[in-house]
């Protein structure tokens, strides 16, 4: 079992920066796959960044290239996303997740452990 808890969300201005955290206890993190998704008011949960375990390359949604970046560390059994230049439309309910696999998916059906979530507001 892995457990997940974000921290970090809040209120920005458009144009501001925030800093994600995800906090995992239980088994070995470091074999773990790591994601970030998020979920706006009405919408589909939607995948942000994933980071695998094994060399720690990253994968980023094309909406927030240039402007997201993920990281682990792997000493503090913690995840963060860097997130710049932020836009009303990145306004939305932020969900760690993870998966024991090599490389991480994009999909929500392929994470087995998720976050309660973290509110990031993004105002105009």
Do not use: H
């Not at 074999?31 to 942000?48: C, D, L, S, T």
């Amino acid at each position: 079992q892995v457990q997940l808890v974000e921290s970090g969300g809040g209120l920005v201005q458009a144009g501001g920066s925030l800093r994600l955290s995800c906090a995992a206890s239980g088994r070995t993190f470091s074999r773990y796959a790591m994601g970030w998704f998020r979920q706006a008011p009405g919408k589909e949960r939607e995948f942000v960044a994933a980071i695998a375990w094994s060399d720690g390359r990253t994968y980023y949604a094309d909406s927030v290239k240039g402007r997201f970046t993920i990281s682990r560390d792997n000493a503090k059994n913690t995840m963060y996303l860097q997130m710049n230049s932020l836009k009303p439309e990145d306004t939305g309910v932020y969900y760690c997740a993870a998966t024991y696999v090599i490389v991480p998916v994009s999909s929500t059906s392929g994470y087995d452990y998720w976050g309660q979530g973290t509110q990031v507001t993004v105002s105009s």
